[in-house]
């Protein structure tokens, strides 16, 4: 059985950061792990993805502004955002893969004035 918790979602002004971590509750060691986000009325989209190596890809969207990182051996990944903006509001969803795809319980993220 796999688990996903992820914790550090939040409200935050324009132009500020949350970092967002997500522990993958499991003896499974993930190929891929990411973020995913949907915002009211849209589609689940990619935010950024890592693979066990490190390679990493993002959203054009969120290119320069996310980061993303993870830690094999307690099988966590993290985002740290930063200027944040009001259309990176969403629910976010921490994702893993292996075999098959993993989700998380998704993390509410308001970016307001």
């Known amino acids: 059985q796999v688990q996903l918790v992820e914790s550090g979602g939040g409200l935050v002004q324009p132009g500020g950061s949350l970092r967002l971590s997500c522990t993958a509750r499991?003896?499974?060691?993930?190929?891929?792990m990411g973020w995913y986000r949907q915002a009211p009325g849209k589609e689940r989209e990619l935010v950024a993805r890592?693979?066990?190596?490190?390679?990493?890809n993002y959203a054009d969207s969120v290119k320069g502004r996310f980061t993303i990182s993870r830690d094999n051996a307690k099988n966590t990944v993290s985002l740290q955002m930063n200027n944040l903006k009001p259309e990176d509001t969403a629910v976010y969803y921490c994702n893993a893969v292996y075999v098959g795809s993993y989700w998380g319980q998704g993390t509410q993220v308001t970016v307001s004035s």
């Open positions: 499991s003896i499974l060691r993930f190929n891929n």
């Open positions: 890592i693979t066990s190596g490190g390679a990493t």
